[in-house]
């Protein structure tokens, strides 16, 4: 402990006769283990971290291999078949209005399953949960569970709350009881501040879906049982996939079941953000990897400089590795003050990304608080990164000759070889460098082209309110939303209105299967394909910028009085006809339904920036009935004037309507820019560390090399040496190994935006702007590194400097 201390000490001494040195390290340090800090407490809270309950590890969704989602019939066959599971529970996301003081307010809740809080080992904060035996017939038992956000916040934390009754969409129900505070579902994005049992579904949502074997709209989750492994389970799940498969070909043939991690609605978004998320990971990384270059680099000069030194403790004694053990301690002395730097800031990042909502009427949220795994990580990162670099010298010390050093009068003991260690460390720093660079300008491209991308329709101008009217207690919704769209027409300065029950690019979104003409018999093998679909009223496309091809609008004539009728998109009118001269055809989407198209419009993106070219069909919102209602006003005002004017238009109308988003459709679309806009945002702070750390890195070199051959470049000038040639000598080695680094920088760039292309709309490093970004870039980076060391060299005055030696 005695030598422990002596170094410690010795270490702070030497950094405090090199405060340059010592802030330059710790900035770096705090700069490249904060990165790290922050993707790890992002990757902690959203991967690593289990599910709040007990023995999480066991807890796995159950979802078909191409989707996400399961009919309840499907589930109860699960239920009852599977031999690998201890429990199995059914989930549903659903909209409500929570009336707790004769208003109703639009919250998000789950439909469960009786046995989803027992099979997932939750315990009650509060009165206790619903069971199996209160979940069994159709509008059954009016149970609630709060959540503890909720019962907190419009609840005021009372602790008297079970057995008080509430309304869920003009319906009474009883609380029975309170979540624990960490319990927020299985998803790690949803969370719903009410539980319902789900066969109370139809009082919930208006209509009963539970019996259609055909609905797949819920998904289910599973508790494995004690030695069974997820290997058993899947065999498990595939016998009773085929058995429904042959059982009701019509719906559920070519089923195939297969576990995924809960927690991303499978593997729809899980594997896209893990994926996401380890690129990140390794790309900070590989930001600390450079720091640790930069460092080493810096020790290693510093170490030539002290040569003298090292040779005289040598020379009079000490042993080689008690020096070595001493610059450790220095390098770990600077990496856990740049590391508690870090971690205080990453905290500060880490707790404002937990308070940021998404202007989404969904209930996004990322509990990423910072835990003592965080800190815990930045400690060992900080050591490990300080053990890194402090030994990269250690070659240099245990080299040393003292009779050589002190023979020399004061130079460097090491000679200026072809390729130094310095040389190798700054390659390597230039080419991260390079790579996080091109990661950068490809994320930034791709995300360019997200918004220039043609979506199918001009989401700006347009204001958007959504709504469903049947949480305010409306059985048929055709004349409310008549109603909503009189008064919104009345607002002075709009252009159009429209209502719909959904948009494209939203969460909501509803798929029907479509046959070809001609078909008689409706089975799975004779669907042609599945569609989305889309209910508006008059005027939507003129509303939504949606061009038309050919055809009509629809118009009020169409209505439930009249033959069911049906806009397409120019990619559904290919698809199932070969042509986009479809006006005046029909098509069968089941027995004895048939729609007549009377127009086509251009197509466009529908659900994800990413998909291929989709199918649409639209219908007219008179002829089906929907409760979900989406308000689109476009107006040349701003929506500063515009969302007040929409909240007053529709709270003339019902003040207990409900109101879940009032915003502009550019807002609605954030979220699914979202991806992209991460990408971006995190790429570019790591390409803007990596690019400051090559330019000292590059600078730091090139300083040195100057410093030591000033005499040599007196000498040079004295001799009649042009300038080019005085910087060739001086700067060569660092231009040398700026072309070396970037180029295999480049080619590294261009390999890793495979792994972007998943995640931003058409990222690509071939494209010739991202190139010629990455070229410009890194010569900018050369000519900022040395432009010091140059005019430094330039200036060399032999007569001063022959005079001085």
């Known amino acids: 402990m005695e030598t422990f201390l002596q170094d410690l000490r010795y270490a702070f001494r030497q950094l405090r006769r090199s405060p340059g040195f010592a802030l330059t390290a710790i900035l770096t340090l705090t700069m490249a283990i904060g990165a790290n800090v922050v993707v790890f407490g992002v990757v902690n809270a959203l991967v690593l971290h289990p599910l709040p309950v007990p023995e999480a590890s066991r807890v796995y969704s159950i979802q078909p291999r191409n989707g996400i989602a399961i009919s309840y019939p499907n589930f109860e ?69 709060l959540s503890y956000n909720c019962w907190k916040t419009q609840f005021g934390s009372d602790p008297g709350v079970a057995g008080k009754t509430v309304r869920i969409n003009k319906h009474e129900f009883v609380v029975l009881g309170v979540a624990p505070k960490d319990f927020n579902g299985t998803e790690r994005f949803i969370w719903p501040e009410v539980w319902v049992p789900i066969h109370d579904e139809p009082e919930v949502e208006g209509y009963n879906w539970i019996e259609n074997r055909g609905d797949y709209n819920a998904w289910v989750v599973a508790r494995l049982k004690a030695g069974v492994t997820p290997q058993q389970a899947n065999a498990d799940l595939g016998n009773i996939a085929a058995q429904l498969s042959r059982q009701y070909p019509d719906v559920d043939k070519g089923l195939e079941l297969v576990l995924s991690q809960p927690g991303f609605l499978g593997d729809m978004m899980g594997g896209p953000i893990h994926g996401f998320l380890l690129g990140v990971m390794l790309l900070a990384g590989l930001v600390l990897l450079a720091a640790c270059a930069n460092l080493g680099g810096l020790f290693a000069a510093r170490i030539s400089d002290r040569a003298k030194e090292i040779g005289i403790r040598i020379a009079i004694g000490s042993s080689r590795r008690r020096i070595l053990r001493q610059l450790v301690t220095e390098s770990a002395c600077l990496s856990l003050l740049g590391g508690a730097i870090s971690a205080c800031l990453a905290a500060g990042l880490l707790h404002a990304l937990a308070m940021w909502r998404p202007q989404t009427d969904f209930p996004v949220q990322l509990l990423v608080e910072p835990d003592a795994w965080v800190y815990l990580f930045a400690a060992l990162l900080s050591l490990a990164t300080g053990l890194l670099f402090g030994i990269i010298p250690a070659r240099q010390v245990w080299k040393t000759d003292p009779n050589q050093v002190l023979k020399a009068s004061g130079g460097t003991a090491i000679a200026l070889r072809r390729f130094s260690l310095r040389d190798v460390l700054l390659a390597v720093q230039i080419a991260l460098c390079c790579l996080l660079v091109t990661a950068s300008f490809v994320a930034l491209r791709g995300l360019q082209r997200t918004f220039d991308l043609p979506l199918g329709f001009h989401p700006e101008g347009v204001t958007v309110a959504a709504l469903d009217t049947h949480l305010a207690g409306y059985e048929h919704s055709g004349e409310i939303q008549k109603r909503l769209l009189e008064a919104v027409r009345a607002i002075p300065g709009i252009t159009g209105a429209t209502v719909s029950n959904s948009i494209p690019l939203s969460l909501n979104q509803s798929e029907t299967s479509v046959y070809p003409p001609g078909t008689t018999t409706f089975t799975a093998a004779n669907q042609a394909f599945s569609t989305n679909y889309y209910e508006v009223s008059p005027g939507y496309f003129s509303v939504a910028g949606t061009r038309l091809l050919a055809g ?39 027995p004895g339904h048939r729609f007549l198209i009377v127009g086509v419009v251009e197509a466009g993106k529908y659900v994800t920036l990413t998909e291929d070219p989709a199918r649409v069909v639209y219908w007219p919102l008179a002829q089906r009935g929907n409760s979900d209602t989406i308000l689109l006003v476009r107006s040349h005002r701003s929506s500063a004037e515009m969302i007040p004017a929409m909240r007053k238009a529709i709270a003339s109308v019902d003040p207990a309507l409900p109101v879940f988003s009032l915003t502009t459709w550019p807002e609605v679309l954030s979220l699914v820019t979202f991806p992209a806009r991460a990408a971006t945002i995190a790429l570019g702070v790591l390409g803007a560390l990596a690019m400051m750390l090559a330019i000292t890195g590059i600078f730091g070199m090139a300083s040195y090399s100057v410093s030591k051959r000033m005499r040599e ?47 931003v709309y058409q990222a690509t490093a071939s494209d010739p702007w991202v190139i010629a970004a990455v070229v410009l870039t890194m010569g900018l980076i050369g000519l900022i590194s040395a432009a010091i060391p140059a005019s430094r060299a330039l200036s060399a005055e032999p007569a001063r400097l022959l005079h001085d030696e």
């Open 713 to 759: 470049l007196g000498i040079r000038v004295a001799l009649g040496a042009q300038n080019r040639h005085v910087l060739k000598a001086a700067l060569g080695r660092a231009v040398l190994l700026l072309g070396i680094g970037s180029a295999a920088g480049l080619v590294l760039g261009v390999a890793a935006s495979r792994v972007l292309a998943s995640i």
């Open 77 to 145: 066959d699960i239920r009852d078949r599977n031999t690998t599971f201890s429990g199995v529970s059914v989930v549903r996301i659903a909209r409500m209005g929570l009336d707790t003081s004769g208003s109703a307010r639009p919250v998000w809740g789950y439909e469960v399953s009786g046995s989803y809080f027992e099979m997932l080992g939750v315990k009650p904060m509060l009165g206790r949960f619903f069971t199996p035996a209160e979940d069994k017939k159709s509008n059954g038992e009016p149970y609630t569970v």
């Open 552 to 590: 009509r609008d629809f118009t009020d004539h169409d209505d439930d009085k009249s033959p069911d009728v049906a806009i397409v998109n120019e990619t559904f009118a290919k698809r199932l006809f070969g042509t986009t001269d479809v006006v005046g055809k029909t098509y069968p989407d089941g």
